[in-house]
Structure formats: structure tokens, C-alpha cells
């Protein structure tokens, strides 16, 4: 109940925030809407929304996880950039297997989400039961799992798990 | 002063996509290519749309390029993430130079 109550504001900002200048047939319209969507799809939202009510996750989020994750990302950008556009092509693929600590779904979502845009990776599947992550590496330095868990997962898993666990 | 930013903004993303563009041709596999359209593209349409909100301001078009900046974010890696799994799945070979493919030992050792 309290998922669904949570996907309704989120729906509903959602919908505010596109209309932008406010109107009563707007609101109506919206409340309609967030109202069926979260009585459709609210049980599947969200799994525990007691974790919604911590402020300090809110701060990792902001001001730890945001700024890694925009500079990683441009970084990729260069570095993608710089592979493409070298005459000899500098790759080196394969597909690594990696090791993850983190148990909840948003915070393995947002961990692969965070592998792909991230430089040279892209996760490709996760095996839950074992706690494993294949990914896609465009230049692999190391084969060994624990390795390649240290290059490639440590950096985000580190703040994740202080917002998500 | 706020046009020639947005504009910056703009013609830096326009770069990436037109590398990202580059990157599918030229890259030998699926995956390889995932990678650069993925990236590339991830923030190149970002910098495109936050250069329209610069420009434009807090209108209705401005917030809307702002929300589609946060679902580019939120949808694309998982786009690429389906993809790449659907071709491991329905057997696509990885580039012939590649040095490791650990998932499909793991899946040769289940079946």
C-alpha cells in the first residue's frame, strides 16, 4: 500500500513537471492518471519504502554518487571517442565475470546502470544466487575475477551500498 | 551570454553523436558497437537537450527537455544491457580477437 502511495507521487510530479504552468484541468487529468497507473503497477514500484524516510541516503546520493557518476561518464565519452577515431583501433574485448555485494534490485539496477556508462564497460547479465555480474570489457586488463571486480565495480559499489543497502 | 552556452552544449553533443555514429561503423561486433552507441549517444543527447533548456529557460519546453535528460539516463543502459544479453542468447560470436568470454563458460557448465 505504502509503494503505492509512493509510485502516485512520483506519477503525479512526473506529471506536473511536464505540463509545467499549472491548470485545474491539468491537475484533474494527472490525478486520474497517477492514481490508475499506481493502482496498476504500484506493487511492483518499490520493495521497501521504509528506506525512502532516511535523509543521509538522499545526501550520498546527491553529493557522492552524482558527481562520480557525471565524471565517469564524460570520461567514457573521451575515452570511446579516442578509441573510435584511432586509425589502428585499440580494442581488446571480452567478457569478465565480476563479483557484486549488493543484495537489493534498485541497487543492482543501479549498479549495472552505472558499469555500462561507465569507461570501456557494459554489463551484459547478472546472476543473483552467486552474486556475479558479466560484463562486457572493451580493453580487458585483467582475467582474474577478483582483479576485475577491483577496476570495475569497487569505485560505485562503495557509495551504492550506502544508499541502497 | 546564456545562447552561446546553450549552443557550446549543443555542438559538443552533436560531436559525441556524430563519434558515436563513427563508432557503430567501425567497431567490429555487437558488443563492441553497443558500447559506443550507448555512451556516445547517452551523453550526447544529454548535452543537446540541456543546451535546448539553456537556451529556452524554465518553460514547458525547457522542463521537458530536463525530464527527458533524467529518462535518457534511466532507460538507455538498460536498452543496451537487453540487447547484449538477447544476442549472447541467441548466439551471436563475439570478435575473433577477443580474449575471454566467461559467460559463455559459465553457460557451457549448466547445460
Known amino acids: ?165 | 551570454m546564456r545562447d552561446i552556452i546553450g549552443l557550446a552544449f549543443m555542438t559538443i553533443g552533436f560531436t559525441f553523436d556524430v563519434i558515436g555514429c563513427l563508432g557503430l561503423v567501425r567497431l567490429p561486433d555487437v558488443y563492441n558497437r553497443l558500447q559506443a552507441a550507448t555512451k556516445c549517444v547517452t551523453l550526447g543527447t544529454c548535452s543537446i537537450l540541456f543546451g535546448a533548456f539553456l537556451i529556452v529557460g524554465f518553460t514547458a519546453a525547457g522542463m521537458k527537455s530536463l525530464m527527458c535528460m533524467v529518462f535518457v539516463v534511466l532507460t538507455s543502459p538498460v536498452a543496451a544491457h537487453a540487447i547484449a544479453r538477447g544476442a549472447h542468447k541467441a548466439g551471436v560470436k563475439l570478435w575473433k580477437d577477443s580474449v575471454i568470454d566467461a559467460y559463455a563458460e559459465d553457460k557451457e557448465g549448466k547445460t
Not at chain 1, 31 to 44: C, E, K, N, P, Q
Not at chain 1, 104 to 120: K, Y
Open chain 1, 1 to 165: 500500500m505504502r509503494s503505492k502511495i509512493v509510485l502516485f507521487l512520483v506519477a503525479f510530479i512526473c506529471w506536473c513537471l511536464l505540463n509545467w504552468i499549472p491548470d485545474w484541468q491539468h491537475l484533474l487529468v494527472g490525478i486520474f492518471v497517477a492514481g490508475f497507473v499506481a493502482y496498476l503497477t504500484g506493487d511492483l514500484f518499490i520493495r521497501s519504502p521504509d528506506r525512502l524516510s532516511h535523509p543521509h541516503r538522499y545526501w550520498y546520493f546527491v553529493f557522492h554518487y552524482l558527481p562520480l557518476f557525471i565524471w565517469e561518464c564524460i570520461k567514457a565519452n573521451i575515452d570511446v571517442a579516442f578509441r573510435v577515431l584511432h586509425p589502428r583501433l585499440p580494442i581488446r574485448p571480452g567478457i569478465v565475470k565480476v563479483k557484486i555485494k549488493l543484495k537489493t534490485d534498485t541497487g543492482i539496477t543501479f549498479l549495472a546502470n552505472s558499469i555500462t556508462l561507465t569507461p570501456g564497460t557494459l554489463s551484459v547479465d547478472v546472476d543473483r544466487e552467486k552474486g556475479f555480474l558479466y560484463v562486457h570489457w572493451i580493453d580487458v586488463k585483467s582475467k582474474d575475477v577478483e582483479e576485475a571486480t577491483k577496476i570495475v565495480v569497487a569505485r560505485f559499489e562503495r557509495v551504492l551500498e550506502k544508499i541502497f543497502e
